[in-house]
Antibody
């Protein structure tokens, strides 16, 4: 049974950084990528980026270029998302999701973490 | 980025109703569309991938169709547990995945 378990809620000051973890179980982390998706309060879903957990290659949405870093630790089956220079509009629930590539038919997210609330407030 | 426009943004329905949600892409995206269900306070759940393939464990009353730029999620007979928000998502541009704005299905 596939499980993604995320770290707990965080409260940060504007300008600070946050690092959220996502630990996979029930499958081999390096067999699938991990995407990160966020959801501001009362809003829709926003894709942030993706990490190839096999080789560490990353792709970030243009909006987050320069202040987002995704990494992974294969020894602990854990992926990480670090967002820097936090602003109040970064307040959101952050989800990790297992990213399945269907070659010619696209990509989809077939398992999700429980979400981590990050609150940015002075 | 490809824009995904969902309609309606919300709808009221009753148990047993047939419900249809539409998603239109700003350009042709082949069949690279997925559908998710989200209940309040919960993570999204994958329902349909590649436009029409039902995810394992998802009830057969859910179905997806379409190709090119117009896509549809249909619930053939709405059940009490189906009241939720539904999102489409495109993966045609793999460096810029985008979601629709969501459709809230209410009683």
């Amino acid at each position: 049974q596939v499980h993604l378990v995320q770290s707990g809620a965080e409260v940060k000051r504007p300008g600070a950084s946050v690092k959220v973890s996502c630990t996979a179980s029930g499958y081999t982390l390096t067999s699938y990528g991990i995407s990160w998706v966020r959801q501001a309060p009362g809003q829709g879903l926003e894709w942030m980026g993706w990490i190839n957990t096999y080789n560490g290659y990353t792709t970030y949405a243009q909006k987050f270029q320069g202040r987002l870093t995704m990494t992974r630790d294969t020894s602990t089956s854990t992926a990480y998302m670090e967002l820097r220079s936090l602003r109040s509009d970064d307040t959101a629930v952050y989800y990790c999701a297992r990213d399945v590539s269907g070659t010619a038919v696209g990509r989809w997210f077939d398992a999700w973490g429980q979400g981590t609330l990050v609150t940015v407030s002075s | 980025d490809i824009q995904m426009t969902q309609s309606p943004s919300s709808l009221s329905a009753s148990v047993g109703d047939r419900v249809t949600i539409t998603c239109r892409a700003s350009q042709s995206i082949s069949s690279h569309v997925n559908w998710y269900q989200q209940k309040p306070g919960k993570a999204p759940r994958l329902l349909v991938y590649a436009a029409s393939s039902l995810q394992s464990g998802v009830p057969s009353r859910f179905s997806g169709s379409g190709s090119g730029s117009d896509f549809t999620l249909t619930i053939s007979s709405l059940q009490p547990e189906d009241f939720a928000t539904y999102y489409c998502q495109q993966s045609f541009i793999t460096s810029a995945l985008t979601f629709g704005g969501g459709t809230k299905v209410e009683i």
